[in-house]
């Protein structure tokens, strides 16, 4: 009976996230997520476009090239992408955030951040950074207690 009962926890315990990964999807600007959600479904290049619509740096052939080609490398290493974890999103003065998430792929992570500011329009995304290695990324901030 209490081995029944702490496999029945551990089971449940595996589904909860740690508090970082809990970041409420509606504090991340609806730009990046919508983003998020165009990449599982339409690929990169469509992503890119979806996360810089509006955006000051939106028609820079350049970067929208270079990003996508990127992404596509990433792809054909860790595979297709398979979700995402929202991990933070930190405010930057009265407008502006940098929203930290997961690409989650099949054989692996990407790291991101975007940041955003809020227009009398809309949110947009004003730049984006893209890692495999998580502390190229993420704040220390989000390390900590979880290093072991």
Same mark, same amino acid.
């Given at each position: 009976m209490i081995r029944k009962t702490f496999l029945s926890l551990a089971c449940s315990m595996s589904f909860l996230s740690p508090p970082q990964v809990l970041a409420q999807q509606k504090d991340v600007p609806p730009v990046v997520l919508s983003g998020l959600q165009v990449?599982?479904?339409?690929g990169a290049?469509?992503?890119?476009?979806?996360?810089?619509?509006n955006s000051?740096?939106?028609d820079d052939a350049a970067l929208i090239s270079n990003t996508t080609a990127a992404l596509k490398r990433i792809q054909a290493t860790y595979g297709?992408?398979?979700?995402?974890? #929202?991990?933070?999103?930190s405010p930057l003065g009265s407008r502006g955030a940098r929203n930290y998430v997961i690409l989650? *792929? /099949?054989?692996?992570p990407l790291y991101a951040y975007f940041d955003t500011?809020?227009?009398?329009?809309?949110w #947009?995304?004003?730049g984006f950074l893209f890692n495999g290695k998580p502390d190229e990324i993420l704040p220390r901030s989000l *390390? /900590?207690?979880n290093l072991r």
């Amino acid at each position: 009976m209490i081995r029944k009962t702490f496999l029945s926890l551990a089971c449940s315990m595996s589904f909860l996230s740690p508090p970082q990964v809990l970041a409420q999807q509606k504090d991340v600007p609806p730009v990046v997520l919508s983003g998020l959600q165009v990449y599982k479904a339409e690929g990169a290049a469509a992503a890119v476009k979806a996360w810089l619509v509006n955006s000051p740096v939106g028609d820079d052939a350049a970067l929208i090239s270079n990003t996508t080609a990127a992404l596509k490398r990433i792809q054909a290493t860790y595979g297709t992408l398979i979700g995402h974890d #929202i991990l933070q999103s930190s405010p930057l003065g009265s407008r502006g955030a940098r929203n930290y998430v997961i690409l989650l *792929f /099949e054989r692996g992570p990407l790291y991101a951040y975007f940041d955003t500011y809020r227009t009398s329009k809309g949110w #947009i995304v004003t730049g984006f950074l893209f890692n495999g290695k998580p502390d190229e990324i993420l704040p220390r901030s989000l *390390f /900590e207690g979880n290093l072991r």
